[in-house]
């Protein structure tokens, strides 16, 4: 996300678990590179966790601690190029047989036909995976097919990539769905009813995140996977198996659960692919959207491969407070971000990217950041939706109060701009934006509050977890 002069001194280490965060030449990131990625090792029996850093060329010294434990180093251009499976689990198996979910319609055809079967049969497969009421979790469900070709598929091919763990329900209907993964890693899906019809699942698309943005939950677990395309999948098939018949028809997905989507973006763009298949799930591209916190090649990429919709998580007007608050935009500023999204919808027929603004009270929400927004998205086709901020355990903003929202909203009316007011939702089971995920006793740090915002800061009173510059 963002590029700067962010150096990672140290971080706290927590109760029995030794944190230990470790610079090392042999990182496979060149040195004159702005951005690299520390990986902090946890106990042996956990997994590792990536944070990326942005460190200044000229400020290298690092003070480590030495560690007996096996260090996992990722650059950010190899996390980027398709860090997918983690932890040597491969993409497309589960053990011996085939992960179904994790194929495009073209490629299940392609590997039913190697295994001696028609088209026909593919697609009867994958109405019965994706559509037709039934979102098949195993070969008995899989009506009318030929018995000889079902029972192929039992020995060869698995249907579910995530265990159900539990459902929690907010007093608003809103649901958060625990999955476990097979490493026993935990994920987060919520389901948000809406009144007139409109039912929207908002799927993860990591465990954890390595971004760091400083008003959210998921960011201070740092990164610990991406997760596969079955993964992503699977959390719109179950939540349809689960709750369609309690809150009605899925009609809508974000990808703006756990993770910043286009760190994973291959596993992200097939999964939307899938989702969008007219003969299987068939959402609307318009109705499936990915959301970033603005990685600049991968959204160019995004636009350029994917039908579906972007949403680019903005939250400040300047780069002042985005390097601060969203440590992506030190990589990839303000100016390049939205430069990039003006050439690039030019090119894109009745196409609007949906700006994100969560609104932190004394930080991005004065009169000033309101005409600044005005004017920095002029020739951009776009919506704004203005967040309100979900405090959790740990953060140091506070919410903008729902008067000020009004007010910043007309200014931003006024100015000319389609701008939509977002409520909270479920935010009493910790199910609303920006709330997903559970820390460990490792955090990523807390950054350095520019000066001029310390008052705003300190008057959540909040204390912080670790600092670093
Ligand atoms: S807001 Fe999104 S990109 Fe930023 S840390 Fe949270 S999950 Fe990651």
Redesign the pocket.
Known sequence: ?EMGCVWMRRIQIGGANSLILLKKPSMAVSLSSPAYQYPISFPCSKPPLYIVSFISPHRRSLSAKACSLPIHSVSVEDSFSGFGGGNGIDVSRKGSKVLLKGMTYAELEKWVGSHGYRPGQALMLWKRMYGDNIWAHNGDELEGLNKNFKKMLCENAEFKALSLKEIRMASDGTRKILFMLDDGLLIETVVIPCDRGRTTVCVSSQVG?A???QF?Y??RMGLRRHLTAAEIVEQAVFVHRLLTSEVGSITNVVFMG???PLHNIDNVIKAADIMVHDQGLHFSPRKVTV?T?GLVPQLRRFLHESKCALAV?LNATTDEVRNWI?PINRKYNLSLLLQTLREELTLKHNYKVLFEYVMLAGVNDSDADAKRLVDIVKGIPCKINLISFNPHSGSQFRPTNEERMVEFRNLLAEGGCTVFLRLSRGDDQMAAC?QLGKLGSVQAPLLRVPEKFQVAIKSSAIPQIATAN
Do not use: A, F, L, V
């Open positions: 996300m995140c971004m760091n943005c959210c998921t960011g756990m993770g910043e959301s916190s998580s969203m920006g």
